[in-house]
C-alpha cells in the first residue's frame, strides 16, 4: 500500500522560510517521478513542483521559480519542498503526490496535504 505523509507546513511571515517533508511508503521515491501541488481556497489545485524518477531533473511552476527547491532524500525515501521569500500567496495546501509509472501522464498518489499560511 502506497502512502504519502506531508509535514512541515504551518504560520510564517511574508519573506520566511518552511520546508515541507513527504514520507513515503510503499514505493520507492528514486524510481517513479514526485510532485508537489497546492490549492489555495475557491482556486483549483495547481502544480507547483516535481522531480524526476531519474537523476536531478527538476521542474517549477513559474510563480516560485527562484525561490522554492524540490530535493529527495533517497536513503529517508523523502521528498522535500524548500520555500523561500515566502509571499501571501503562497498560501494554500500543499500536496504531495506520485506517479503509478515512470510513464504515467496523471499522479496517482497523493498525500493528505499540509496548510502553509504566510502572513502579509
Known amino acids: 500500500q502506497v502512502q504519502l505523509v506531508e509535514s512541515g507546513g504551518g504560520l510564517v511571515q511574508a519573506g520566511g522560510s518552511l520546508r515541507l517533508s513527504c514520507a513515503v511508503s510503499g514505493r520507492t521515491v528514486s524510481m517513479y517521478p514526485m510532485g508537489w501541488f497546492r490549492q489555495a481556497p475557491g482556486k483549483e489545485r495547481e502544480f507547483v513542483a516535481s522531480?524526476?524518477?531519474?537523476?536531478?531533473?527538476?521542474d517549477y511552476v513559474g510563480s516560485v521559480k527562484g525561490r522554492f527547491t524540490i530535493s529527495r532524500d533517497n536513503a529517508k525515501n523523502t521528498v522535500y519542498l524548500q520555500m523561500n521569500s515566502l509571499k501571501p500567496e503562497d498560501t494554500a495546501v500543499y500536496y504531495c503526490a506520485s506517479k503509478k509509472s515512470v510513464s504515467s501522464s496523471t499522479y496517482d498518489f497523493w498525500g493528505q496535504g499540509t496548510q502553509v499560511t504566510v502572513s502579509s
Open positions: 522531480i524526476r524518477w531519474s537523476g536531478s531533473f527538476t
